[in-house]
């Protein structure tokens, strides 16, 4: 079973942040957080991941929780493009063989 | 740089029959992991291989089989097609020396009739 807890969906308005959260109450110490996103009938891309420092790259940011039981995506500026379903897996970094355990993600809609 | 390749894009075929969906992994990665994704759902993890063994395997029947190549290529077998196994079909490659960030591929849609 997926570690985490995502709310089903979100709106957003194109051009706003969005902020996408996730519980992860369970992490262990060696887990990272990771972010994934799904357009309609493509496969998964990936976004972003993180141990316990925030992290930013040309797609999003990642604010981690200093207890490391939560956080949340931020896309800074959402397009319509941004509109996917987005799933937050933890799992061990540099563990060989470890699979990705996805949820049921958020569905994010972004309108203008 | 390529990214994650597989064929065919979509697949018809009918209960009992056999098929194999094929991937070719992102350059440079030597690890190719297998999900089946059913409408609606999230992916749900096959197997994993590395080195031409599998490494780790989900909770899926040995209907379920595969193959990798020296190339890295891998293949996926499913056998004896139930309708259930209609679903959306990704792979995903990894490095095995750089932390495993796996990146898919666009998937193969499967129908089975």
């Known amino acids: 079973d997926a570690k985490t807890t995502q709310p089903p969906s979100m709106d957003c308005a194109e051009g706003r942040a969005a902020n996408l959260p996730c519980n992860h109450s369970?992490?262990?110490?060696?887990?990272?957080v990771y972010w994934y996103r799904q357009i309609h009938s493509q496969g998964p891309q990936y976004i972003i991941h993180g141990l316990k420092n925030n992290e930013t790259n040309e797609m999003a940011s990642l604010i981690i929780t200093e207890d490391r039981k939560s956080s949340t995506l931020i896309l800074p500026h959402a397009t319509l493009r941004d509109t996917a379903v987005y799933y937050c897996i933890v799992r061990p970094h540099n563990q060989a063989g470890t699979a990705l355990i996805f949820g049921k993600g958020t569905t994010l809609s972004v309108s203008s | 740089d390529a990214g994650v390749t597989q064929s065919p894009t979509h697949l018809i075929k009918t209960r009992g029959q056999q098929v194999t969906l094929r991937c070719s992994p992102k350059?440079?990665?030597?690890?190719v992991s297998w999900y089946q994704q059913a409408l609606g759902q999230g992916p749900q993890f096959i197997f994993q291989?590395?080195?031409?063994?599998?490494?780790q395997r989900g909770n899926f029947p040995d209907r379920f089989s595969g193959h990798q190549f020296p190339n890295y290529s891998s293949e996926l077998n499913v056998n004896a097609l139930l309708l259930g196994d209609s679903a959306l079909y990704l792979c995903a490659s990894s490095f095995e020396g750089v932390g495993e960030t796996q990146y898919f591929g666009p998937g193969t849609r499967l129908l089975v009739l």
């Open positions: 291989y590395y080195e031409e063994e599998e490494r």
């Open positions: 369970t992490i262990s110490g060696n887990e990272y």
């Open positions: 350059s440079g990665h030597d690890t």
